[in-house]
């Protein structure tokens, strides 16, 4: 993967010529799907950087921010209170952090179950925000209904339900679809059963056109199955290596 050296100018420069090789890739990768490159959104996934990584990004124009931590989430979104960005929340997320995420989250990607639609819903009226909600959708084709799997996500066949229960709460919206591709599976494989539920939620609810899937490693195969959202953090930050996460 094409990531800037340690050591070669600023941090921002570095991030800014990450930021130049992403694009280039993500233009090519929209060209070869028959795509505009501007159909695609970039979310940097900053968790185990710091909030000063985020102004660097927002000052490079990236306006989306994702993180999978509740903790290390907040304490960014204070940090950055003054900047104009938004948070998406993209990790696996307990009921009980529904209250702190309903603070700071724009976009919460990893809604998989109705229970933590309901606690989300009540959470956001609460703290008067309006929160989109994605339904994580687990990809694994091992993965029987009813399981979450390890990384979270609801069964496809239960998608449905779940966008249900965020269309059912006021103060929720439901923007559309959020999945990992499950490691060992060909990630174009299950970037096509992702866009199969997406339009059979978005026939339901026809706002609901977010297709959140792809990362650093497989965003050309997100791209050519309809990815609108990528979540990208390794190819713009560098390798988390030995930080945690
Ligand atoms: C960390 C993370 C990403 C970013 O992954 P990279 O491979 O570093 O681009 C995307 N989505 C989720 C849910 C993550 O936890």
Redesign the pocket.
């Known amino acids: 993967m094409s990531v800037a050296e340690e050591g070669s100018g600023t941090r921002a420069q570095r991030i800014a010529a990450n930021l130049r090789v992403l694009g280039e890739r993500v233009r090519t990768a929209s060209e070869k799907a028959g795509r505009a490159a501007d159909d695609v959104a970039i979310?940097a996934?900053t968790?185990t950087y710091p909030a000063s990584d985020v102004r660097i990004l927002a000052e490079l124009g990236i306006s989306d921010i994702?993180e999978?931590r509740d903790q290390e989430a907040a304490a960014k979104a204070a940090e950055c209170g003054d900047l104009d960005v938004r948070w998406h929340f993209?990790?696996q997320l307990q009921t009980n952090k529904a209250r702190s995420v309903a603070q700071y989250a724009d976009v919460v990607?990893?809604v998989d179950r109705v229970r933590l639609a309901s606690a989300l819903g009540s959470r956001a009226r609460a703290a008067e925000r309006e929160l989109t909600c994605l339904v994580q959708v687990n990809l694994d084709p091992d993965a029987a209904a009813g399981v979450l799997g390890p990384?979270g996500g609801v069964h496809p066949g239960d998608a449905a339900a779940v966008a249900d229960a965020i269309a059912g709460e006021s103060g929720l919206t439901v923007g559309g679809v959020?999945a990992?591709a499950p490691r060992g599976d060909d990630p174009a494989n299950a970037f096509e059963r992702l866009y199969s539920v997406a339009s059979a939620i978005r026939d339901r609810y026809p706002q609901a056109t977010v297709i959140s899937a792809g990362?650093?490693?497989d965003l050309v195969a997100a791209v050519e199955h309809g990815a609108t959202h990528l979540?990208?953090?390794?190819?713009?930050?560098g390798d988390?290596g030995s930080n945690v996460?």
Do not use: D, P, Y
């Open positions: 979310v996934v968790k994702g999978n993209v990790g990607h990893s990384r959020m990992v990362m650093s490693g979540r990208i953090g390794t190819a713009l930050l988390r996460g």
